[in-house]
């Protein structure tokens, strides 16, 4: 194979994994505060993405403001789904909450179906698209800025967890929610900050994800491409969301271009599954399972 | 009305149905799956066809999440595995549905059994994201092993014949589903009452304490694996009998996500509950579709966001019983009963 190919096949992949880091950053931030695993950040992309073609193409303000606006609403509407959905579950079993974050899936999803269509929109490129020649190969501008943007996002969630007052506060409530009531957190309030945390990641992501590959009902479907991630990468490591999107948009991207049956449709869960039998916390993972 | 419970014999103490009531309410119960077929119109056995076989889906399920505390999202792969099992066993190899719908079951059991075998050494979530992988790649080797399962095109499954006549209509087969599912249930209410669905429940409560008090944990959570499996494959056989075309559209995660929610608003770790999530879950789009049409004249746009309402009402109703009744419909109907049972004197 041709070393362009290569390449190219490496910078999608890249790009794609990015994307994928990022809604599994939404993932694993929701995990570390709470436990839960939130299978509706598939539709907080779909709703970023909406949200910001909204905004650009159907009001027309400028892209910067326009993102700003984005932003602002996803972290309403994860504070608003936080408030009324979530808090009352405090304490439930992990499959109530499993539950709820299903339901809600399916009702966000009827939301944005509803005020805009199932039809794919054409979604007006904001990010300079060009393409650039990057070690030899071409390769899309717009690319090359998801992966720098992803990248600075993520750096700064990593400081956040390590430094900040919440970001400690959330990963106490995680270890032990007691202990970390009793120690005077507000749970109530962490759990708030979390969900707009994966609110406003997920609507990065999905900005970005419509201004390459246009805005689709589709983009749904790629919440439930990051259970892979997350599980290789750890289900509480923001690190490993990054290490675990990178993997798996790589391989996804190399079983695409290599060969032709659409393997790269379950390439991710084989390595799931791997990965489950193998070394369950994932690459970066806190050891904690309990084996019975 | 009932002043206390007086048995003289153990006979009668450990009888399924108990009290008085109890056997009315029975009675009255196959009385009206008797007379139903006779009164209603071929919508209507639809629809109570479709409850049947998600009733069994669902009971299945419940033995899995509800009773045994292990989370499922792969109830949509192993309904296909079912499905496409008895399936190809009636169209490939001539062979009756009375036996291919078994062996589907049992099919399906060992397909249970090896998602199961990895995935149960580990707890919650874990399991959850685990089947949710298995039924991804089930939804691929359904849609991409061509020689098999003839790929996205549909499968189609001829007629059941049982005692020379064929079971094409919605009322013959209506007698099958109904026979079949009071069967399961009559079977799940006896297991949860015997030493397995007792080890089942302690390991959903507290797995230590139970491999603490002697229940070999991983062989009782395989067993559950594999008897939730059989049913779910038993209910996916039916339906491809019943439909008489097999997709692989039925089998989708979205499958798996109706019977979880029907098992939820009905009431985990209870069979009625099975039942009344699985009506719900069919009738609720139902009625929704008839509501859209009758508006249709007045409000034509109704159509258009029909689906989407239907999506809606489905998610809103999950989280509305996970917030306000987490136990389900189960539990409001045991308080109608509790209410009835000592009335009109409930102090």
Same mark, same amino acid.
């Given at each position: ?31 570390? #505060? ?39 609403? #996803? ?27 299903? %339901?809600?899936?399916? $009702? ?13 929109? #054409? =979604? ?16 899309? =501008? ?17 400081? =956040? ?65 990051? =259970? ?16 675990? %999107? ?18 790269? $449709? ?27 | 009305?009932?002043?206390?419970? !007086?048995?003289?014999? *153990? ?31 071929? *919508? ?24 045994? &505390? ?38 399906? +059991?060992? +397909? ?31 849609? @991409? ?17 049982? !005692? /020379? ?21 009559? !079977? ?52 491809? @009998? ?16 109706? *019977? ?16 009344? &999530? +699985? ?12 509501? /859209? ?20 009402? !489905? ?33």
């Amino acid at each position: 194979m041709d070393s362009d190919v290569f390449l190219q096949l490496t910078v999608s992949g890249l790009s794609n994994g990015m994307v994928y880091a990022l809604v599994a950053v939404g993932f694993v931030v929701i995990f570390k #505060a709470s436990d839960v695993i939130n299978f509706a950040q598939g539709e907080f992309l779909l709703f970023g993405a909406y949200l910001a073609f909204a905004f650009i193409a159907q009001f027309g303000l400028p892209w910067s403001l326009g993102v700003l606006a984005t932003l602002l609403t #996803a972290a309403m509407i994860g504070l608003i789904v936080e408030r009324l959905v979530l808090r009352p579950l405090i304490g439930e079993p992990v499959i109530s909450m499993i539950m709820v974050t299903i %339901g809600l899936s399916s $009702l966000l999803r009827a939301v944005v179906n509803g005020i805009w269509g199932v039809r794919p929109k #054409a =979604f007006p490129n904001f990010i300079p698209s060009g393409e650039v020649e990057f070690l030899g190969a071409i390769v899309g =501008f717009d690319r090359l800025l998801v992966i720098a943007i992803a990248a600075i996002l993520l750096t700064v969630l990593t400081l =956040f967890f390590r430094y900040t007052r919440d970001g400690i506060a959330m990963r106490a409530i995680a270890d032990d929610q007691q202990a970390a009531l009793s120690m005077g957190i507000s749970i109530k309030r962490v759990l708030a900050v979390a969900w707009a945390m994966a609110a406003i990641t997920a609507a990065v992501a999905g900005i970005m994800l419509a201004n390459t590959v246009g805005v689709s009902h589709d983009i749904i479907f790629i919440g439930l491409r990051v =259970f892979p991630v997350v599980i290789l990468g750890g289900l509480d490591s923001v690190p490993g969301a990054i290490v675990g %999107g990178g993997v798996i948009g790589l391989l996804e991207s190399y079983t695409a271009g290599y060969t032709t049956s659409g393997l790269e $449709l379950i390439v991710p869960y084989i390595v799931l599954i791997l990965v489950l039998m193998v070394r369950p916390y994932g690459l970066f993972g806190k050891e904690i399972i309990e084996r019975v | 009305m009932e002043s206390g419970i !007086f048995f003289s014999d *153990y006979r009668s103490d450990m009888a399924l149905r108990r009290m008085p009531l109890q056997k009315v309410r029975t009675g009255l119960l196959l009385v009206g799956l008797v007379v139903f077929p006779l009164l209603a119109n071929p *919508y209507w056995l639809n629809l109570a066809n479709q409850i049947a076989i998600a009733t069994i889906g669902a009971i299945g399920l419940n033995i899995l999440v509800g009773y045994t &505390g292990q989370i499922s999202l792969g109830q949509g792969a192993f309904m296909a595995v079912g499905a496409y099992g008895s399936g190809l066993l009636t169209v490939r190899l001539d062979v009756p549905f009375y036996l291919s719908i078994p062996a589907a079951a049992l099919i399906t +059991a060992v +397909a249970g059994l090896v998602v199961g075998l990895p995935s149960l050494r580990l707890k919650g979530l874990y399991l959850a994201v685990a089947t949710l992988a298995a039924q991804q790649i089930v939804e691929f080797v359904v849609t @991409h092993w061509d020689g098999l399962t003839g790929g996205t095109e549909a499968l189609v499954v001829p007629a059941p014949e049982l !005692f /020379g006549a064929r079971m094409n209509t919605d009322g013959r087969f209506y007698w099958i589903l109904v026979v079949v599912a009071l069967a399961v249930a009559l !079977f799940a209410a006896n297991l949860f009452r015997s030493r397995v669905g007792r080890a089942w429940v302690a390991i959903r409560d507290q797995d230590i304490a139970a491999s603490a008090i002697g229940v070999n944990v991983f062989g009782y959570k395989l067993l559950a694996f594999a008897t939730s499996s059989f049913l779910v494959g038993l209910s996916g056989a039916l339906l491809a @009998h019943y439909r008489s075309i097999v997709t692989w559209e039925r089998f989708t995660i979205e499958v798996s996500i109706s *019977y979880l929610a029907m098992i939820i608003i009905g009431g985990l770790g209870t069979i009625s509950g099975s039942f009344f &999530g +699985a009506a719900l879950i069919v009738l609720l789009p139902a009625m929704i579709n008839t509501l /859209g049409r009758s508006l249709q004249d007045t409000a034509p746009w109704a159509a258009t966001v029909l689906p989407y309402v239907q999506q809606g009402v !489905f998610g809103l109703v999950i989280i509305l019983f996970l917030v306000l009744e987490p136990e389900g419909l189960a539990k409001l109907w045991r308080n109608v009963k509790d209410y009835f049972r000592v009335w009109p004197f409930s102090y």
